[in-house]
Structure formats: structure tokens, C-alpha cells
């Protein structure tokens, strides 16, 4: 009798549906404000200090944020489509039912951060630092990424669909229900913290060796 396929719980994520939006000048974006409701077009903010800006039901076309201080920011019921960075210092901020379309970002530090149903789609990063954050109902469609870092974060219902990551680090982190199957793999580390991960057949075998390494097992012919 074959063994009953295990149900993987996939990310949940809420489509985004704004209404009445208010198309706004990006100027008036400050540091600590309440933005809501607002429509941006070809938003440059590039090395601006928005430390604590709160950003609710807004929607950014084009969006240029080289070096843009985001400490401690939040996004809710967000869309940002086309963004472009360099460096992102984002650490600290919370990111709930945004989605990410078509953007490039170089050095993305989101370190303590929490991420709750979210989708990156069509997207190319270099360094994504997520280290302490958490991370619920997240997902990365047709994404490159060069590396990233989930070390000492709390993961749960993370998926990836036709997407390549370069090197992964899941040291000291806790997964539940993580999803590589989707995901072109070239190297990984914390493989000991990997519990509650799930790959596929031809994964498990491209992982062998990394697995022996920290078992401490030599494979000869």
C-alpha cells in the first residue's frame, strides 16, 4: 500500500483591492506620518530619513528608495510595483498584505522585521538580511536572489514558485511548513535548524553531500 501524499499548507495571501485612492504628491511622505489611502506615481525618496512612517491601504508605481531610511516603518494592504534600491535600511519594519511586483533591490536590510502575507513576484534581490524576523504566509514567485539570510528567524507557511536562491542560511532559525520545492538551490547553511522544511526527491539528492558534511560522513566511491 503506497504512503498517503502529505499536504504541504501553502501560504495565505489576500488579494489586494484598493478603492478611492487619492493620487498624492510623494513629497508629503514624512518621517512618523500616517499615509492612507494614497496613490504615488514615479515616487523618488531616495535618501530620506521615513523612520516610523506608516503606510495603509496605499499603492506606489515606480518607486525609487536608494538608501531611504525606513527604521521601523510599516506597510499595510500595500502595493509597490517597480521599485528600485540599492540599499535598503529597512530593519524593524512590519509588512502585512503587501505585495511586491516587478522591482530590483540590491542590499535589503529587514532584520527584526515581521512579514504577514506577503508576495514578491517578478522580482530580482541581491542580499536579503531577514535574520530575528518573522515571517507568516510568505511567498516569492519567478524571484531571483543572490542570498538569503533567515538565521534566528520564526518561519512559518514560507513558499517559493520558479525561483532561484544562490545561498540560503537558515542558522538558528525555526520552520514550520516551509516550501523549497519551488526553489533552484545552489548552496545552504544551518542545515541542523532545517526541521519543519520540506524539498523535493531531486533536492534531497543535490543536498546529500551538504548533509554528510554535517553528519560528519565521508562519501567515496
Known sequence: MSARRQKIPAPIIDDLHPIDLTETDPSEIAARGDHEACRYIDADLS??????????ECDFTGL???DTKLLGSRFIETRIARATATTLN?????????????????????????????RITDSKLSFVNLRASKLLDVRF??????????????VERLAFSDCTVRALRFDHAQLRHVDLRGLDLESISGVESMRGAVVSPAQAVDLARIFANHLGITVVD
Open 47 to 56: 535618501g530620506r530619513d521615513l523612520t516610523g512612517a506608516s503606510f495603509t
Open 64 to 66: 525609487e528608495i536608494h
Open 90 to 118: 529597512s530593519a524593524r519594519t512590519t509588512w502585512r498584505d503587501v505585495h511586491i511586483e516587478g522591482s530590483r533591490f540590491g542590499a535589503v536590510e529587514m532584520y527584526d522585521a515581521h512579514l504577514e502575507s506577503v
Open 141 to 154: 514567485d519567478h524571484c531571483v536572489i543572490d542570498e538569503l539570510d533567515l538565521g534566528e528567524a520564526l
